[in-house]
Structure formats: structure tokens, C-alpha cells
């Protein structure tokens, strides 16, 4: 289940970042040694020792919801499974797709560097952290 949210450091970059939505769990740092994962319904705190650990698709839904990021991942199994990622970014208006200024713009692109899918993730949410 550990493998399904963000870890805490990328949990803690998140709410810095001004991530504030409700989650299944949240962590708990009296201090830095000391991190617990609880897993709950709905959890949003404004705690300070309270952080938020989102799910993975939580927060690419919020990068692409407030920012416009969009993130595609890439498989290639010729030999072994390889992941790569691609981030793209919406241009224009969403709610006016008729307007002649709309587009996409590529913004990154990783290489099939990553041999499971929970690193390749780790790696787009803080390539998307440095972005905003």
C-alpha cells in the first residue's frame, strides 16, 4: 500500500508547493526520525506535524487540473520493462477550444531509464515540482 502514495519527503515538497486536497492518509513527524503513515478517509489537516500523502494519481490530476501539466508514461518491453516519461503542457483556453490559440507544448522528456514504474513516478512528481 506504502507503494500506492507519495513518499513523505515528496509528500512535504507537495504541500510547500500549496497541495491541500483531501486524502486517504497523511503523515505524522513529530520530528524527522520519527514519520508514521496513517491511513484514513478524507483527511485534510492544517496541522503542521500533519502532511498529506497523496496518491500518485491524486497529484498528477492536480498538476494537470492547476498548472496544465499532463503526463504520459512510456513502456518498452523489447528486453526487460523500461519506463520513460513525457510532460506536456496545455496552451489556451480549456473551456474554448475553438479559439485559433490553443496547443500543447512539450516540456520534458525522459529517455527508458527507469526499470520499475514506482521510480519513473518518484521522478516525474519532482521534475513537476521543479517546474512550477
Avoid at 526520525?33 to 484514513?40: F, Q
Avoid at 510532460?87 to 474554448?96: A, C, E, M, Q, S
Amino acid at each position: 500500500m506504502k507503494k500506492e502514495v507519495l513518499s513523505y519527503e515528496l509528500s512535504l515538497k507537495m504541500k510547500q508547493k500549496g497541495f491541500n486536497q483531501p486524502c486517504f492518509g497523511y503523515y505524522y513527524a513529530s520530528d524527522k526520525k520519527d514519520v508514521g503513515l496513517e491511513l484514513y478517509i478524507d483527511v485534510q489537516s492544517q496541522d503542521v506535524h500533519f502532511v498529506q500523502a497523496p496518491l500518485w494519481q491524486q497529484v498528477f490530476d492536480w498538476f494537470r487540473e492547476k498548472y496544465g501539466l499532463f503526463v504520459e508514461i512510456g513502456i518498452d518491453q523489447t528486453t526487460y520493462p523500461k519506463y520513460s516519461f513525457k510532460i506536456i503542457k496545455f496552451t489556451g483556453d480549456p473551456n474554448n477550444l475553438t479559439e485559433k490559440e490553443w496547443g500543447w507544448e512539450d516540456v520534458y522528456y525522459s529517455e527508458y531509464l527507469y526499470k520499475d514504474n514506482y521510480e519513473c513516478k518518484k521522478k516525474i512528481i519532482s521534475v513537476l515540482l521543479d517546474i512550477i
